[in-house]
């Protein structure tokens, strides 16, 4: 398995396990996760009022993971004109923002930023230099007229 297909496979797990499945047939079935996800969001939406929440995302991949998360279950993320690039507002139930897509983005977020942070420091060694740890500490240079 290349280590893209392990990202896919743990993509599609973690969505399993946000949208409740409880039989491992279930879980194998992470095409149908989407739609129970999108079931639970109709049930919440049923019971309890949207609410508006503004987001706050300045990373551009994980920007993009939240807005493909949120257009996937159906929601329409948006900004109010004058807003920042990094605010996303998004309405619905507050159970479901809380419980289901916040926790699956971070979740989704985590497992894409190791990838490509794996990926960035293989290509760094391989391409431009094979050490790729942090700067050395040195003493600072005494400057002259301070005293120390």
């Known amino acids: 398995m290349t280590p893209e297909q392990a990202l896919r496979a743990k993509l599609r ?42 987001f706050s995302i300045s990373d551009g991949w994980s920007r993009q993971l ?17 807003m920042h690039r990094q605010s996303i507002i998004v309405k619905a139930p507050n159970s479901f923002l809380e419980r289901v897509l916040w926790p699956e983005f971070e979740e989704l977020n ?24 942090d700067v050395d500490e040195v003493d600072e240079n005494r400057q002259i007229g301070r005293a120390s």
């Not at 999108?38 to 503004?54: F, H, P, S, T, V």
């Not at 990838?115 to 050490?131: M, N, P």
């Open 13 to 54: 797990k973690i969505e399993s396990l946000f949208a409740g499945a409880a039989t491992e047939g279930e879980k194998a079935a992470a095409g149908a996760a989407g739609d129970r996800i999108r079931a639970r969001l109709k049930e919440a939406a049923g019971r309890e009022a949207e609410i508006e929440m503004k």
């Open 110 to 133: 985590d497992a894409l930023t190791a990838y490509l942070a794996e990926i960035t420091e293989r290509v760094i060694k391989e391409e431009v230099h094979g050490e790729t740890g």
């Open 66 to 82: 939240f807005i493909a998360l949120c257009r996937r279950y159906g929601l329409r993320p948006f900004r109010y004109k004058r």
